[in-house]
């Protein structure tokens, strides 16, 4: 049973989904392009089945863990590794790690997430987490939190040139990746992230501030909603719908 409304067509995707996805559709030459020259000590994570309880049962006792991966070979292995445990949700860690694993830096990060909007229909954050709906939007909400996502990347724009945007299969992912970001002093971050707040974006001020230092990784499947989490381009982001868009619907919704 679903414990969440979502809108139309987005569903938890069982294991068999998972496998499926992980076995013929995660693209790894597109998550090799995503880092590019950043792929160096990149710990990768995943969460079995915190959210959806789904999960095989050999790893019960651990659907909840946050589980890190990062002795691999290669991607290849990262993707095994995944196999393996057939998460609802795969990350990587934002900090950057030198060789004796000392972390030297961190990406910076912006969260925009549909249950931080205020909806007409469903009310706020708080609201929902009165009914126990705190992971469940909405159509609305979704299209709220893309109009967000566009104002914030052009209010970066203003202090940063190399900024990504994701589509997390929920919300928005705003990343940085100008040089000067990832030597940012804890401090720094937290007056970011509080700056953004009051100018009234519905981000998630943990991430930015850089407390969670896990994001989804792009290219994987989200398997509370099944939806595949897709870098845009801002020129895309106005007509990008994410309940119809091929790009971020996997194989086993397109029959
Ligand atoms: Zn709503």
Same mark, same amino acid.
């Given at each position: 049973?679903?414990?969440?409304?979502?809108?139309?067509?987005?569903?938890?995707?069982?294991?068999?989904?998972?496998?499926?996805?992980?076995?013929?559709?995660?693209?790894?030459?597109?998550?090799?392009?995503?880092?590019?020259?950043?792929?160096?000590?990149?710990?990768?994570?995943?969460?079995?089945?915190?959210?959806?309880?789904?999960?095989?049962?050999?790893?019960?006792?651990?659907?909840?863990? =946050?589980?890190?991966?990062?002795?691999?070979?290669?991607?290849?292995?990262?993707?095994?590794?995944?196999?393996?445990?057939?998460?609802?949700?795969?990350?990587?860690?934002?900090?950057?790690?030198?060789?004796?694993?000392?972390?030297?830096?961190?990406?910076?990060?912006?969260?925009?997430?549909?249950?931080?909007?205020?909806?007409?229909?469903? +009310?706020?954050?708080?609201?929902?987490?009165?009914?126990?709906?705190?992971?469940?939007?909405?159509?609305?909400?979704?299209?709220?939190?893309?109009?967000?996502?566009?104002?914030?990347?052009?209010?970066?724009?203003?202090?940063?040139?190399?900024?990504?945007?994701?589509?997390? +299969?929920?919300?928005?992912?705003?990343?940085?990746?100008?040089?000067?970001?990832?030597?940012?002093?804890?401090?720094?971050?937290?007056?970011?992230?509080?700056?953004?707040?009051?100018?009234?974006?519905?981000?998630?001020?943990?991430? =930015?501030?850089?407390?969670?230092?896990?994001?989804?990784?792009?290219?994987?499947?989200?398997?509370?909603?099944?939806?595949?989490?897709?870098?845009?381009?801002?020129?895309?982001?106005?007509?990008?719908?994410?309940?119809?868009?091929?790009?971020?619907?996997?194989?086993?919704?397109?029959?």
């Amino acid at each position: 049973m679903q414990k969440y409304d979502l809108p139309e067509g987005m569903r938890y995707a069982t294991l068999e989904e998972r496998k499926g996805f992980y076995l013929e559709e995660f693209d790894l030459a597109k998550v090799a392009a995503w880092f590019g020259e950043r792929l160096v000590n990149v710990k990768f994570a995943v969460i079995i089945g915190r959210h959806t309880r789904i999960f095989p049962e050999k790893y019960r006792d651990d659907a909840d863990t =946050t589980i890190i991966i990062d002795e691999y070979k290669d991607l290849s292995d990262v993707r095994e590794q995944i196999i393996e445990f057939l998460p609802e949700s795969a990350y990587y860690d934002r900090n950057v790690y030198d060789a004796n694993d000392h972390k030297t830096g961190q990406e910076l990060a912006f969260d925009l997430d549909p249950e931080n909007v205020t909806c007409p229909i469903h +009310g706020s954050l708080a609201d929902k987490m009165r009914r126990g709906q705190g992971l469940s939007f909405c159509s609305l909400e979704l299209d709220m939190v893309k109009q967000q996502a566009l104002s914030l990347h052009e209010e970066l724009e203003k202090e940063f040139s190399h900024l990504k945007i994701v589509y997390s +299969g929920r919300g928005f992912h705003i990343h940085v990746f100008d040089e000067e970001a990832y030597t940012l002093k804890e401090r720094e971050r937290r007056e970011i992230a509080r700056s953004m707040k009051r100018k009234g974006f519905a981000i998630d001020e943990w991430v =930015t501030a850089g407390e969670m230092r896990l994001i989804r990784l792009p290219f994987s499947l989200h398997g509370l909603v099944s939806r595949i989490a897709v870098p845009l381009e801002k020129s895309e982001l106005e007509r990008f719908d994410p309940v119809s868009d091929e790009r971020c619907i996997p194989q086993f919704l397109r029959g």
